[in-house]
T-cell receptor
């Protein structure tokens, strides 16, 4: 089955700097890649997603890139703010099941 | 739109008892619902996929006789943890998908924190 690996596990950046989180997936049939932000004790919140027919997608300070050949995708957050501090999860899904397989998570800390 | 609720938000039960958690899609019909378990400082692990009117599909390693899933309507799925033990203490989260136009997006419930004493 699908396996998603995520790096780094923790990331500390200065406010205003950029943060990059990377994920790789194993099943080439996966074609949907969402990113979630989860605050302590809360539900995951979708922040951006990308489908396999697109290489890059941007929404204000957040962007996601996808390299299908290498089977990896990345989350880029620019001009980080303290409120960006949370745990971020990548995930992968495919047409045949729609189920999400999550990465292990990245704890992002933005220092004021 | 696309609101998913869970009840209860937290529950404490004694070892050996059963606990039922409800997941409801409030403003859309959910053909498919998913149940996840999340241990502290860990990722969301998919437990099972629940389809309305049919048996749930469990992930490898998840005991279907221990985690009973019922998806009786297009807006309600329930997870019953039977004969709960302290190791079942976790954060249980459901998600629902309208599957409209083959949309992948899943909407998550707020989660239920289960503590087994």
């Amino acid at each position: 089955g699908e396996n998603v690996e995520q790096h780094p596990s923790t990331l500390s950046v200065q406010e205003g700097d950029s943060a990059v989180i990377k994920c790789t997936y194993s099943d080439s049939a996966s074609n949907y890649f969402p990113w979630y932000k989860q605050e302590l004790g809360k539900r995951p919140q979708l922040i951006i997603d990308i489908r396999s027919n697109v290489g890059e997608k941007k929404d204000q300070r957040i962007a996601v890139t996808l390299n299908k050949t290498a089977k990896h995708f990345s989350l880029h957050i620019t001009e980080t703010q303290p409120e960006d501090s949370a745990v971020y999860f990548c995930a992968a899904s495919m047409d045949s099941s729609y189920k999400l397989i999550f990465g292990s998570g990245t704890r992002l800390l933005v220092r004021p | 739109g696309a609101v998913v609720s869970q009840h209860p938000s937290w529950v404490i039960c004694k070892s050996g008892t059963s606990v039922k958690i409800e997941c409801r899609s409030l403003d859309f019909q959910a053909t498919t619902m998913f149940w996840y378990r999340q241990f502290p400082k860990q990722s969301l692990m998919l437990m099972a996929t629940s389809n309305e009117g049919s048996k749930a599909t469990y992930e490898q390693g998840v005991e279907k006789d221990k985690f009973l899933i019922n998806h009786a309507s297009l807006t309600l799925s329930t997870l019953t943890v039977t004969s709960a033990h302290p190791e079942d203490s976790s954060f249980y989260i459901c998600s629902a998908s309208p599957m409209a136009g083959a949309s992948y997006e899943q909407y998550f419930g707020p989660g239920t924190r289960l503590t087994v004493t």
